[in-house]
Each structure stands twice: as C-alpha cells, then as structure tokens.
C-alpha cells in the first residue's frame, strides 16, 4: 500500500508530509481559467508550483509524480491545445517526477487523442513513464484506456467505488473502474499488476476543500 498526498502547493506539501505519505502528487492545470478556480494559479504558475513541489518531496526522501490535469478539455475554455500539454510535461521532466499523469478531467477525450498525445509526451520526457487518468463519462472509458496502453502508458487510475470528483466544477464524474483496464491487459497478453495506492481526498493546502 502506497499513501500518495494530493498536493497543489509548498504549504499543503509540508503538512503531507508530517502526516507521513509516501509520495506527494503534484497537479498542474493545462488552462488558465481552470487552473485559477481548483487552485488559485495560472497554467504557467501551477507548472513551476509543481515543479518546486516534486523537487522538495524528493529532497526530503518521498517519492513524487505530478499530473497534468484538463490534458484533453477545459470545461470553461473547451479544446486545449496539445502542444501546450507538450510543452507542460517537458518542463515538469526536469524536476525528476517518477511519472508524468495525463488527466481527462472532464470525461471529454476520444481514443485518438489519447493515443497521439500519450505519444507526443513519451517523446520528450524521456524515460519517465506516462499514467492516464480517465472517465468514464460518455462511455468511453475502455476505448480511451485501449488506446493509452497501446501508446505506451504504464498506468492506468482506476477507483474501486467507480466515482470521481470534481470539487471547482461542483460536479461528479464516473472514474473508470479496474475491472475495464483489466480488460485490456488480457487483450494484449500482458501480465497484470495491481498495484494499491491510496490517494488522499483532502486537499492539503488548496484552496477549496
């Protein structure tokens, strides 16, 4: 078991880590007007914020990745573009985090946009791997999963109660459930491996609760 402390900023870092997580998540936002109402911080600003985040988690000797979330779509300002994304995790790369997260936050990614941006990011971050971070909302949640793992993303989220949240959009979103990614693992022949991680639903030092 894993305990991974969802973190957005120096301070919310801090009491992760007098709690005692494991790994510190940071999470940057690909659009401005998203990024100021879930954390109070430009597109630009939640990068370096997650950068800082992810160099002090290691410093302190815990285990720290990041996720760029509204990788596919922004509920205020819709389409985003990938090169932005791009650009996104080539910066988050030099911090060192053990993998770089792409979030369909919204539940609006089809299956080849995911492949080609999971793609797009392995090209510049190297050997750090990629996770996907999918909904389940318009029922594409095992196309769009299908279509990561082919791309070459290592991980896929899943939630056993089958529900995510999204506190800024006072909204709820299906989060793909394991038994969907199991599906694909035995598709292609690979061997599963069902790692735990316990993500912390508090938000330390946000904001919002």
Known sequence: MTYIGLVMNMRGLERAL??????????????????????????????????????????????????????FGCPFEGEVPEERVVAMAARL????????????????AVPAQVSRLVRRVRAVIGAIPVRVHLHNTRNTGIANAWAAVEAGARTLDAALGGI??????????????????????????????????????RRNGSRRP
Do not use: H
């Open 18 to 71: 007098a709690a005692g997580i494991d790994e510190a998540g940071a999470v940057c936002v690909a659009t401005d007007s998203f990024a100021m109402r879930n954390q109070g911080q430009t597109c630009e600003g939640s990068v370096t914020v997650a950068g800082q985040i992810v160099r002090a988690a290691i410093g302190a000797g815990r285990s720290a990745q990041v996720t760029i979330a509204a990788a």
């Open 164 to 201: 995510g949240a999204v506190p800024s959009l006072r909204m709820r979103r299906a989060t793909s459930p394991p038994k969907i990614f199991f599906t694909c693992w035995r598709g292609r022949g690979l061997q599963r491996d069902t790692t735990c991680r316990a993500r912390s639903n």
């Open 93 to 108: 790369c030099e911090a060192s985090p053990r993998e770089i997260a792409l979030a369909d936050t919204i539940g609006v």
